[in-house]
């Protein structure tokens, strides 16, 4: 019988809490989770237990920031580049973020980071593209132009993997501000 078993994550930034909620039904299942795998989950196979998970993002936790956690109620379950965590807690334990405002604190920190890790990306990829259309209208060299076409679609890929994240960041924050009445 296998004792480990891998899912995909819908991605983060998108599916947050429905990644959760489907490792909480992997963990009533006996699936508990064990890390991070690639663009997913690892599992191992347990006894079944009901659990909560919640995701948090800080970047270079301490002791004190998971004790803080450990004191609601909430266990270190793993982290990723010691800035994603996950905590587990028995099913009605009360939620880390417990209101809208910690919420959009906890966005806000997670959009600054991934446009900090986007612009670059983005500034070299419009550089490149403005190269690569000067190059067609004779301003400049025809390999100039095939040298920025090809950097530029190196730096639209990488830009996507930071980028796509900022978007849906942005559009959660967007969602909480107008269910709380505050402007975007």
Known sequence: MLKTKY???DGLAFSEE??????????????????????????????????DYSLDYLKEADEEYF??????????????GNEIH????????KPIYSDKETIIEKYQRQKKQMGKYALPFLISWVV?????????NSILSETIGNVSE?????????????????????????????SMGHRS
């Open 7 to 9: 899912i995909m994550s």
């Open 18 to 51: 429905k990644d959760m909620q489907r490792l909480s039904r992997y963990a009533k299942k006996g699936w508990i989770l064990e890390g991070f795998a690639g663009l997913g989950f690892k599992l191992r196979k347990e006894e079944p237990k009901y659990l």
């Open 67 to 80: 004790q803080y956690f450990e004191a609601a109620g909430w266990s270190h379950v793993c982290s990723s």
């Open 86 to 93: 996950v905590f587990c807690a028995p099913i009605g334990t």
């Open 128 to 136: 490149f593209f403005v190269l690569s259309v000067l190059s067609q």
């Open 150 to 178: 090809f950097f530029g679609l190196i730096a639209f890929i990488i830009l996507i993997f930071p980028g796509l994240p900022y978007i849906a960041y942005h559009f959660r924050l967007k969602k909480l501000r107008k």
